[in-house]
């Protein structure tokens, strides 16, 4: 079984009182190993009041919650009996377990609320030629010794004073030529 975003229903203006009751219950019926995130879509907005601007959170999805966690007979029930929670999205009946967001749908509202910051995707290979963009070697011109997927780091190797050396750049500094 895979950790999945789940989307609950909940009684509107009551989103942040159920986050609370669930994780007071993932804590009290020992369901941290099933459920791990409560979030309540929030988007940061500036509005004028009184001549002047405040920023203030605004509910992205009024009476809705996201839920990461793992779908098992415990842990929907846990989330199901949680006072204020109306339902799952995606059941299709009373006794049918419900439908998980789609990875990218997840993806597009966590990052629009800051929460997961999307790595870049890079596509190279030892020994492709890349040109740095950005940082103190900018515009120069390497060789790719090493990637570093997990780090989101590359080893370059860039002549410098007539000498090859190795400089280790993020995957945003560099781009393939």
Known sequence: MEKRWYVIHTYSGYENKVKANLEKRVESMEMADKIFRVVVPVEEATEMKNGKAKTVSRKIFPGYVLVEMIMTDDSWYVVRNTPGVTGFVGSTGSGAKPIPLLPEEAENILTSM?????????????NESVRVKVGPFTNMVG???????DKQKVRVRVSMFGRETPVELDFGQVEKI
């Open 143 to 149: 060789t790719v010794e090493e990637v570093q997927n």
């Open 114 to 126: 800051g929460i997961v910051d999307v790595k870049p995707k890079i596509d190279l290979k030892v």
